[in-house]
């Protein structure tokens, strides 16, 4: 198999300027919905909103969100 660490990581902006984290594989619609999350680990909870809903994801705020690389359901 060939070796893809000289490969780039990233793509190169899109021509109407946006960067990458800008550019979605699904188009967002407005949504709003109140929402809860649930660290699988240890079972605490947070209360967040839900925003921007799409097929691939969501925008989710919170006020104190989980450390990075929690894994929790909503």
Avoid: H, I, W
Avoid at 42 to 61: H, M, N
């Amino acid at each position: 198999m060939p070796d893809d660490s000289s490969k780039p990581t990233s793509l190169p902006a899109s021509p109407g300027g946006l960067s990458n984290s800008e550019r979605r594989e699904a188009p967002r619609r407005p949504f709003t919905a109140s929402a809860e999350e649930t660290d699988l680990a240890s079972g605490a909870r947070l209360s967040a909103r839900v925003f921007e809903l799409s097929l691939k994801g969501c925008y989710l705020d919170t006020l104190n969100p989980f450390p990075k690389g929690t894994q929790f359901g909503l």
